[in-house]
């Protein structure tokens, strides 16, 4: 249902990044409303989140397209996505602490460095502060003999 709502959000309310060729959305963060706290002298507002991510392209007619993952992690572009909001909201100041908390309860913590402009619209500067954890180790080798050592696509080869 998520990659159902987000794929319709983008085609009733296209969105398009003023300088680079990126039209959106392509993720969607479902959060509660936020609620604040005091960390010591510091407001911190907080939310729980569950962002739904694309794993194929979406098809109104194919039901077996109607498919998305849900984000382990609260999303780093949608933090920044929220915390945008927030500030044009004047719900969040500089300096002020934002905790993004994922369904599974793994948390990002991000503060608004700066404010800048874009293409003559208002934007921030975000610092995300998270723990990352190494989840495997691998090593990709190339024989020297392998004719396409960069891959291969169809296409190049019919």
């Not at 920044?80 to 793994?106: K, P, T």
């Not at 700066?114 to 500067?125: D, L, N, P, Q, S």
Request: with cysteine.
């Amino acid at each position: 249902t998520g990659e159902m709502i987000k794929v319709a959000c983008r085609e009733q309310y296209p969105v398009q990044h003023p300088t680079i060729d990126y039209p959106g959305c392509d993720i969607l963060v479902f959060r509660e409303p936020s609620s604040s706290s005091k960390d010591g002298s510091n407001n911190r507002l907080k939310a729980k989140n569950a962002v739904v991510m694309s794993n194929n392209e979406l098809d109104w007619d194919r039901p077996e397209t109607w498919t998305g993952m849900l984000d382990r992690s609260p999303c780093g572009t949608g933090t920044c996505a929220v915390m945008a909001v927030l500030h044009a909201r004047e719900e969040l100041g500089m300096g002020e602490s934002f905790v993004h908390e994922s369904i599974i309860g793994s948390k990002f913590t991000g503060t608004i460095a700066g404010e800048t402009e874009i293409a003559g619209k208002m934007a921030i500067v975000p610092r995300i502060e998270v723990s990352a954890f190494v989840t495997q180790y691998s090593e990709v080798v190339v024989d020297l003999e392998d004719p396409f050592p960069e891959g291969y696509r169809v296409a190049d080869i019919w």
